[in-house]
């Protein structure tokens, strides 16, 4: 059974950083696109940003551009979310995902292997 466990949650200020980490078990790490979504109270889930297998390429949502950076490390199966510049609007669950794919998907629907998910609030 594959599991994607997420940490780095937490209470942070406006304008401060958070680094999320999600580490994969018993998965073929290197050959699926990670990507991590969130989603706030009576919204959808929308991607964040998603990577591709070896990290040539990676794809952000508006909202979080030049903000936020994504990166993986296959030796260690984790994919990491640098979250800087933090606004209040960024207060969510942040879940990580995994698909079998080449290129990043922007569609939750798409990826059928999901982690727990953490919080993330961000107050003023």
């Known amino acids: 059974q594959v599991q994607l466990v997420e940490s780095g949650g937490g209470f942070i200020q406006v304008g401060g950083s958070l680094r999320l980490s999600c580490t994969a078990s018993?998965?073929?790490?290197?050959?699926?696109?990670m990507a991590w979504f969130r989603q706030a109270p009576g919204k959808d889930r929308e991607i964040v940003a998603g990577?591709?297998?070896?990290?040539?390429?990676?794809h952000y949502g508006d909202s979080v551009k030049g903000r936020f950076t994504i990166s993986r490390d296959n030796v260690k199966n984790t994919v990491y979310l640098q979250m800087n510049s933090l606004k209040s609007e960024d207060t969510a669950v942040y879940y990580c995902?995994?698909?079998?794919?080449?290129?990043?998907?922007?569609?939750?629907?798409?990826?059928?292997?999901w982690g727990q998910g953490t919080q993330v609030t961000v107050s003023s």
């Open positions: 995902a995994a698909l079998r794919a080449s290129t990043v998907v922007v569609r939750p629907g798409a990826y059928d292997k």
């Open positions: 990577i591709n297998w070896n990290g040539s390429s990676a």
């Open positions: 018993t998965l073929a790490f290197s050959l699926y696109v």
